[in-house]
């Protein structure tokens, strides 16, 4: 079983920057594809990033594409969400992920979440 742990939310204000961290743990975390959802309050759970087992595809959400950064250290079982330009609607819950596919369309493990909140 892989264990997810994100860790990196906090307040910050419009045009701020913040990076999420996601702390694997696991034998089988390099066969797993991984990726970041979020979920603001009243809204459905979206999207955010993905990427392959060895960091080199990546696919993101128009909506924060040349904005936000995944990349993963295998060496150290984490993946990160380097966040930029954050606007108050990137407020949201963010979560962790991991599956066979990068684009996420499938998830075998999620994270518990970590707060973003930006202030405008």
């Known amino acids: 079983q892989v264990q997810l742990v994100e860790s990196g939310g906090g307040l910050v204000q419009a045009g701020g920057s913040l990076r999420l961290s996601c702390a694997a743990s696991?034998?089988?975390?390099?066969?797993?594809?991984m990726g970041w959802f979020r979920q603001a309050p009243g809204k459905e759970r979206e999207f955010v990033a993905g990427?392959?087992?060895?960091?080199?595809?990546?696919r993101y959400a128009d909506f924060v594409k040349d904005r936000f950064t995944i990349s993963r250290d295998n060496a150290n079982n984490t993946v990160y969400l380097q966040m930029n330009s954050l606007k108050p609607e990137d407020t949201a819950v963010y979560y962790c992920?991991?599956?066979?596919?990068?684009?996420?369309?499938?998830?075998?493990?999620w994270g518990k979440g970590t707060l973003v909140t930006v202030s405008s």
């Open positions: 696991g034998r089988f975390y390099r066969t797993y594809d």
């Open positions: 992920a991991a599956g066979p596919d990068y684009r996420m369309a499938r998830v075998a493990y």
């Open positions: 990427i392959n087992r060895s960091g080199s595809s990546t």
